[in-house]
């Protein structure tokens, strides 16, 4: 989706080493390590192997060394016009990010042209006007009617192509990139997998068809579709940082916390190898919250401590922190303290320094939640304030994804507080509201979940309020879009218990057992869990 992540960032390729020395490091990697991709042009014979492996590390996201790749095409065969159309293509970065910047749109509309100014094929003229599609405007109100038109000239393209692959392949990652996160049919997701299944199943070692298929099932009632793919792709393209994390898209949403972590370690690993500081701490985060699912908190500990590492080590202080590597360090330090239920410690989390108005906001919701839910609902005033301005500001930035998320957050830490303050009713129906409008949308990618399911904690709201009816019932909604969650598993339990379920509520507590049997933390949860066992 264009509007699924942030406001003038292009994720993934965030907080990284110099360009040159990224290339330095990434091209030894060979076309094993990469993914097998065959792109056919006009070009010079001799730079062939090298044009697919870059369109190969385009199709896995790493646009830093796709966009050096292709200026390396360049530099041995000027001609080769469609290799301006790979430029241009990287600059845009991850279609499922958010607002680009003024210049990212300068540097793919002056790719684009000089692709346009050369010597081009029919055929390959076709890819460069769909690309400068994306490149008519600046104007961040502009982006979707741009995105549009992008995917038309690739419909376009396989239209007056019908034997080229390639083109299939990017016109279905395009119709996924028009999907909106209101729209509950997945009508464009669904599209686009219907391209690209068929394909799959005939080029298997063809990692954009593995990678798509994982982004277009990338949403709680499709995501069982897209395993096959999840665990296929971290083998076809092993070198590449974010080809080995994108499986733990697919296994976060079915809760799979032992292959998300599994994934993101080999992620993280890839990522400090060839100094990609910003997939690395990508990858950290999703591990923070496998681990915390699993209540394996020292190992949370751990990897959070290599996030601190990595920014004040030269692998990412020179650099600085952007995109989602800022997200990460904001994110990690509000789920250790949320997801343990540790509210006075989420009340007192310090506030970094952000590049984004939605970064900073994560830790205002975990300050304001955990003041409201610690007994000092008054102390929350200043975050809900400050969520109220950074969605504002958003909004001023024609951000059309971010404010609703914020304003989410804020209407979620609101209705906390007047609970708190003793106005239960009032509460439970502001966090109500609150939920509808989070079950209208979805979550950006860039994030493995929210800090806090506002479904899971009107659950122990109601819990609190003497409704453990409804309570279970808000948890078990919560258990179907997000399965195998720790606190909503136990919230469950807990509400089963005291509505006088005793068989469900033993059914959850072993499910939360099961959940965390190799847990290396002293939870309450599962102490509770253990005396219901024992009974």
Known sequence: MTIRISAYIVAMSVVAAPASAQHEAHAALSPEQVGSVSFDTSCDSAVKADFNRAVALLHSFWFPEAIASFQGVLKRDPSCAIAHWGIALSQWGNPFGGVR???????????????AAGSPT??????????????????????RTRVLAYEQAMADVVQQNPGDTEAKIFHA?????????????????????AILEPMFAAQPAHPGLAHYIIHAYDYPPLAPKALDAARRYASLAPGVPHALHMPSHTFTRVGYWKDSIDSNRASADAARRSASSGDELHALDYQVYGYLQLAQDAAARDAI?????????????????????????????ARYALERGMWAEAAALTIRPANTPYTEAMTHFARALGAARSGAPQAAAGDIERLAALR???????????????????????AWVVFAEGRKDEGIEALTAAVAAEDATDKSAVSPGPLAPARELLGFMLLEAGRPADALAAFEATM??????????????????????????LKYYRVLSEIAKETDADRPELAQAKRALSR
């Open 122 to 143: 029919a055929r390959e003229r076709g890819y460069l006007a769909a690309v400068r599609a994306l490149y008519t405007s600046g104007e961040p109100a502009t982006q």
């Open 173 to 193: 990652l395009a119709i996924s990139q028009t999907a909106l996160p209101t729209d509950k049919t997945y009508a464009a997701q669904l599209r686009a997998a």
């Open 480 to 505: 179907a879009k997000e399965p195998n969650r720790f606190r909503g598993t136990y919230g469950a339990a807990q509400a089963a218990e005291a509505a006088g379920d005793t068989a469900k509520a």
């Open 305 to 333: 401590a290599r996030a601190q590492a990595v920014v004040s080590s030269g692998e990412g202080a020179t650099a600085g922190v952007a995109g989602a590597g800022a997200f990460a360090l904001a994110a990690m330090p």
């Open 392 to 414: 504002d500001k958003l909004a001023e930035m024609k951000d059309p994804y971010w404010p609703e998320q914020v304003d989410i957050q804020r209407r979620v830490a609101q």
């Open 101 to 115: 910047t003024p210049e990212a749109i300068e540097r793919g509309r002056a790719a684009s042209e000089q692709g």
